[in-house]
């Protein structure tokens, strides 16, 4: 220790230590280690550390026989300085063939003499390192085998290679090589290519590399390998026995030994004989070349033990025979291998998507039932004739039997080798019904080669679906939805639902639970029958159900079955533009049917057909209701010839119109006669008198022009004569006098009498060329109410010794009696047709039209056919004007405004179209006043009818009643007469059926 004391201060005191003092500096290795081996020419760090003075002037010494008593150092270096470090490399000792296990290393202080020893270490020769082979490996006779080795330190070379067939490897033993390559480095690695000799072929060879100048420098591979005489292929699939199919895909694996193997080519050929040679005339076919020999089994791509697999798609030209022999070969140089025994390849088949047949047919794809799909399939090969099969389940797991599509199709394949055949799709539920079926089946498809049933396939199971059509049943009038219904659905002779007796409820199914019935049905055309206690019957006949659908049947309760509903329509045509234009409004029991009522159209279109006896000659139509419930019709080019564009409707014709609207998917019809001429001839007619007025007048302005002048000439020569000849021009004045008052007086009667009254008769003889005709002809019958079964008369008035014909249709517009003669009575010009009106012509309004071709009249009515009479449903009848029954006097009443209704029609049509010009013109006309005395009869026996029923004998209405013999030839009163008592006789029916005893308000339009 040292201690350290202050001279000024006693208690300072400082203590180090405590320490060594060493009688000399020390040197002190750390490397090399004990019993390390440093390698002749690598670089090692020899390392040491000092104590005490050591001074910068080492020398590093090693000596390799540190044993002995005496060793020999050999300086490394001198002058080193104290850094504790230095990179030695091991020289290259070339007379040392041995390892040196008692070498040392000394480090030497030249100026204080210090000396510092390592451990004893081994100075150790080059080591060598066989890479390949390492043993395990197959190389062949005559491979080019790559030999690699490595060494460590500085070998002397030349480096030697060796092998050894019995795998004991010895100085004797047969040389690679003499020569093997080095480098002048300490350390590295190389290859030889070693071309494998025959006398190598055995299983156990070993390989060894020596430095041939220091022979215990050397190494031997750890394990024998494998020398074979040549290289090998083993196919090991396909196997004998294996199928293929055109276009699917064949894997060919195989293991190859050896070397050279490589560069492979799959081929086959059909080995008829069987013998497994390839014959001359046996033809070989290639299914790939150029392929690798495959993955080394080890990770040494050297090996010589390789595994190769090729997944193969088989073309459309593939060989197809069960005979098939396949080898892997090696065509540059001859190698090859067989697959065992002998495979098939046969064609096959693909379903594919009909709508992309590009793709299979999906599991997913769902075709409806009596649906017409196309089955399609890819052809993978060619086949001649085929069988195409189907079978169901009900699960997908059950599968019935194969049933038979077609059992010989000509197979006729089209682009891209995709053949098909049309296919109605089977409803599997057929003889299940009426019972529901369920959402889906699942089907499957079968096609097989007639010429070799072995080859078939079988499509994915898929669905056969169905439609769901939603039935919604509604009370007519309320639109409330109904249950407690009876229906019944039929398809071609098959009852496909059926629930009687007002069965099917809402609580029959939970899906009825909203009073909508959903049923599932096959494709097809059903006719499907409703009905439920208290309501009529209503069928849904021949619906195409062909998708998911929402139908609503409405029913008709008996009460309300008897309320009529009827067509009105008003027809008027413009001479001016030649356009008629109609409109058509529907009314129910009097009450005008608007645009408010959804309904109206719901069904179709209003239309209107116009006909030229039997002929259509335009049919119109309106989509859109308006607010008052009307269709407006309008026709361009009404008497425009059919060449020019037009209709080709005729002057003085009458031609019949049909006019339909459709409220709440129910059609009702209703038909009426128009003219389009009637205008158009008075206008004709005048012209005709403006003409004549006109000539008129210039005749008498030139006759006064012609007397004037000759008065003046006249008076001028009696001027100039009176002065010579008095006497003369007295007397010859008195006679010319005589003569101009002669011609005057002509002129003035052809002015006054003559040509008035020759107008006259020229309009006269017009008017009743054109107007008479139209206005005598039409049809007779007042009855328009008939039992299905009965006979009715129809009876049709016009010009005796004519042929008018007749035609009848029914509710649906089908025609019944087409252009029949009717009968003339006794030559009075009245002509009948008895109808009867056969069950199978069906009830509803039907449309009777007689025409007359030579005058070109025609006239219609409409006639309803009922199934019940009056008389049958008395009983509902009561219960609807129960409260009238106490009116005694009213007996027969219904009757009697039945008819009076209908002779006001009669009346309407006779008196329709005529303006004021007409009005006028036939007062002028004597010669038709009268035709109108039979309608100034007709009306007063109206209203001497209407008056007769009694039902507003507490209600002054004489005015209303009263008709006017002194305006019998004024057609505007008789058309404001007919409307007023028209008026008078919907009074007369409101009073009957005012239980309530309301107030009644009756309007109605009149003409000016």
Same mark, same amino acid.
């Not at 030579?854 to 609807?880: C, F, N, P, Q, R």
């Given at each position: 220790?040292?201690?350290e004391k ?5 208690g ?7 320490f060594?003092?060493?009688p ?14 440093w ?9 040491w550390d ?9 020398r590093i010494?090693y000596?390799l026989?540190a044993?002995?008593?005496?060793p ?11 850094s ?5 490399t091991v ?6 063939l041995s390892n040196?296990?008692n070498a040392?290393i000394r ?12 451990d004893?270490?081994?100075i ?5 390192t ?8 197959v190389?062949?006779?005559?491979d ?7 060494y ?5 070379g ?16 047969p040389?690679i090589?003499?020569?093997a390559?080095k480098s002048?480095q300490t ?10 000799p ?6 156990s060879?070993k ?16 394990a024998?390998f ?5 290289p ?5 699939s ?8 055109i276009?699917d895909?064949?894997t ?7 070397l ?6 799959v ?12 014959d001359?005339d ?17 990770s ?5 033990k390789?595994?190769?697999t ?7 030209n ?22 065992a ?6 064609g096959?088949?693909e379903?594919r ?7 299979a047919?999906?599991?997913s794809s769902e075709w409806?039932?009596?649906?017409g ?6 052809n ?15 699960n997908g797991?059950n599968?019935g ?8 199709l ?10 098909s ?11 299940s019904?009426p ?11 079968? +096609? ?6 072995? &080859?078939?396939? !079988? @499509?994915? #199971?898929?669905?056969i679906?169905? $439609?769901? =059509?939603t039935?919604k049943?509604?009370?007519y009038?309320?639109?409330t ?21 007002g069965?099917l ?7 009825y639970?909203?009073?909508s019935?959903?049923r599932?049905?096959?494709y097809?055309v059903f006719?499907?029958?409703w009905?439920?206690d ?6 849904d006949?021949?619906?195409? +159900? ?6 609503? &049947?409405?029913? !008709? @309760?008996? #009460?309300?079955?008897q309320?009529? $509903?009827? =067509? ?8 001016d533009?030649?356009k ?13 049917i608007?645009?408010a009522?959804?309904?109206?159209g719901?069904g ?5 057909k ?6 259509l000659?335009a049919?119109l139509?309106?989509s ?6 009307n269709?407006?019709?309008?026709a361009?080019n ?10 080709g ?6 031609y019949? #119109?049909k006019?339909?609207?459709? $409220?709440?998917s129910?059609?009702?019809q209703?038909?009426a ?9 008075l206008k004709?007619?005048t012209?005709e008198?403006k003409?004549?007025?006109s ?12 007397v004037a002048?000759e008065?003046?000439?006249?008076r ?18 008195s ?14 009667t ?5 040509i008035p ?8 003889a ?6 008479k005709?139209h206005i ?30 007749i035609?009848?249709?029914n ?13 003339e009575?006794?030559?009075t ?22 025409s ?6 025609v ?6 056919v ?6 049958d ?9 129960g409260?009238?029954?106490?009116l ?17 029609k009669a ?8 303006g004021?010009?007409?009005?006028n ?5 004597k010669?038709?006043v ?8 007709q009306l007063?026996?109206?209203?001497a009818?209407i008056?007769?029923i009694?039902?507003t ?6 005015k209303?009643?009263?008709v006017?013999q002194?305006?019998k ?15 008078v006789m ?6 009957t ?6 107030p009644i308000?009756?309007?109605?339009f009149?003409?000016k």
């Amino acid at each position: 220790k040292i201690t350290e004391k202050s001279a000024t201060h006693p208690g300072a005191v400082a203590t180090a230590g405590p320490f060594t003092i060493l009688p000399t500096p020390q040197i002190t290795l750390s490397s090399p280690a004990n019993n390390s081996a440093w390698t002749m020419g690598k670089q090692y760090e020899i390392k040491w550390d000092t104590q005490g003075l050591v001074f910068n002037t080492l020398r590093i010494s090693y000596t390799l026989d540190a044993a002995a008593q005496t060793p020999v150092w050999v300086d490394v270096i001198s002058g080193q300085n104290n850094s504790k470090s230095f990179y030695w490399t091991v020289p290259d000792l070339t007379s040392t063939l041995s390892n040196q296990a008692n070498a040392r290393i000394r480090i030497t202080d030249d100026t204080k003499g210090t000396l510092g020893y390592s451990d004893l270490f081994t100075i150790a020769i080059p080591s060598m390192t066989v890479v390949r082979p390492q043993g395990g490996e197959v190389w062949a006779v005559g491979d080019s085998a790559p030999v690699k080795w490595s060494y460590n330190g500085a070998v002397i070379g030349p480096l030697s290679l060796q092998y050894d067939a019995s795998g004991v490897l010895s100085d004797g033993s047969p040389s690679i090589t003499a020569s093997a390559p080095k480098s002048g480095q300490t350390s590295g690695s190389y290859i030889y290519s070693w071309t494998i000799p025959a006398g190598a072929q055995t299983n156990s060879v070993k390989a060894r590399v020596k430095d041939s100048q220091r022979p215990n420098s050397y190494a031997d591979s750890p394990a024998g390998f494998e020398v074979i005489a040549a290289p090998t292929i083993e196919v090991s699939s396909p196997v004998d026995g294996d199928v293929f199919v055109i276009q699917d895909t064949m894997t060919v694996n195989w293991k190859v030994r050896g070397l050279s193997a490589d560069s492979l080519s799959v081929e086959y050929w059909d080995d008829a004989d069987l013998d497994n040679l390839k014959d001359a005339d046996e033809q070989l076919y290639t299914l790939a070349s150029g392929i690798s020999r495959g993955a080394s089994d080890t990770s040494d791509e050297y090996s010589g033990k390789y595994t190769g697999t090729k997944t193969i798609t088989l073309p459309d030209n593939a060989q197809v025979s069960a005979n098939l022999k396949l080898r892997l070969r090696d065509t540059a140089r001859g190698y090859e291998g067989l697959a065992a025994g002998h495979f098939r390849v046969r064609g096959g088949f693909e379903f594919r998507d009909e709508a992309n047949t590009a793709n299979a047919l999906a599991a997913s794809s769902e075709w409806k039932a009596n649906t017409g799909h196309s089955i399609k399939w890819y052809n993978k090969g060619s086949f001649a004739n085929v069988k195409l099969e189907y079978a169901t389940s009900s699960n997908g797991a059950n599968w019935g039997a194969y049933q038979e599509i077609i059992n010989t199709l000509v197979n006729s394949p089209g682009t891209g080798n995709i053949s098909s055949y049309s296919w109605t799709v089977p409803d599997p539920h057929l003889s299940s019904y009426p019972d529901e079926p369920p959402q889906f089946y699942y089907v499957k498809l079968k +096609i097989t080669n007639l010429a070799d049933t072995s &080859v078939f396939t !079988e @499509s994915s #199971a898929f669905k056969i679906g169905y $439609y769901t =059509v939603t039935w919604k049943i509604k009370d007519y009038d309320t639109l409330t939805l109904l249950d407690s219904l009876t229906v019944s659905s039929t398809y071609s002779g098959t009852t496909y639902w059926r629930v009687s007796n007002g069965a099917l409820t809402s609580t029959s199914d939970s899906r009825y639970s909203a009073k909508s019935y959903p049923r599932r049905y096959p494709y097809g055309v059903f006719s499907t029958f409703w009905s439920k206690d208290g309501y009529g019957d209503r069928s849904d006949n021949d619906r195409s +159900i062909n998708g998911d659908t929402e139908v609503t &049947v409405l029913l !008709e @309760s008996a #009460a309300s079955a008897q309320t009529e $509903y009827k =067509v009105y329509s008003g027809f008027s045509y413009n001479e001016d533009t030649d356009k008629l234009k109609v409109n058509s409004w529907l009314e129910k029991k009097g009450t005008l049917i608007t645009s408010a009522d959804a309904d109206v159209g719901v069904g179709g279109d209003g239309y209107i057909k116009l006909y030229d006896g039997e002929t259509l000659k335009a049919t119109l139509t309106d989509s859109t209701v308006d607010s008052n419930g009307n269709y407006w019709f309008e026709a361009s080019n009404v008497v425009k010839t059919v060449s020019e564009g037009g209709l080709g409707l005729e002057s003085g014709k009458t031609y019949f #119109a049909k006019m339909g609207i459709w $409220y709440r998917s129910r059609e009702y019809q209703s038909g009426a006669a128009f003219e389009v001429t009637i205008n158009k001839a008075l206008k004709s007619v005048t012209d005709e008198i403006k003409t004549m007025s006109s000539d008129i007048k210039a005749n008498v302005t030139g006759i006064s022009s012609t007397v004037a002048a000759e008065a003046a000439a006249t008076r001028s020569e009696l001027k100039t004569s009176m002065e010579t000849q008095t006497g003369a021009i007295k007397e010859k004045l008195s006679s010319e006098v005589s003569d101009l008052k002669t011609q005057t007086a002509k002129i003035l009667t052809a002015a006054e009498t003559t040509i008035p009254e020759k107008i006259n008769t020229d309009l006269a003889a017009a008017i009743k060329s054109d107007v008479k005709p139209h206005i005598k002809s039409g049809i007779l019958n007042r009855d328009n109410v008939v039992k299905t079964g009965q006979s009715l008369t129809i009876r049709y008035r016009t010009e005796t010794g004519k042929s008018p014909t007749i035609s009848i249709y029914n509710s649906k517009n089908a025609l019944m009696v087409s252009g029949t003669a009717m009968t003339e009575v006794s030559g009075t010009g009245i002509y009948e047709y008895p109808a009867t009106f056969s069950a199978s012509w069906g009830s509803g309004d039907f449309s009777v039209v007689c025409s007359e071709s030579s005058l070109g009249t025609v006239d219609a009515m409409v006639i309803t056919v009922i199934k019940h009479s009056l008389e049958d449903v008395a009983g509902m009848t009561s219960a609807v004007v129960g409260s009238t029954s106490n009116l005694n006097d009213f007996k027969g009443m219904g009757a009697s405004l039945v008819n009076i209704d209908a002779q006001f029609k009669a009346l309407e049509q006779s008196l329709s179209g005529m303006g004021q010009n007409i009005v006028n013109k036939v007062q002028e006309t004597k010669g038709v006043v009268s035709e109108m005395e039979s309608v100034y009869n007709q009306l007063a026996n109206l209203s001497a009818q209407i008056k007769s029923i009694g039902a507003t004998k507490n209600v002054n209405l004489e005015k209303l009643y009263e008709v006017s013999q002194e305006k019998k030839e004024d057609i505007i009163y008789l058309k404001n007469k007919a409307e007023e008592l028209k008026a008078v006789m919907e009074i007369n029916k409101k009073m009957t059926e005012n239980v309530a005893k309301k107030p009644i308000v009756q309007s109605w339009f009149e003409y000016k």
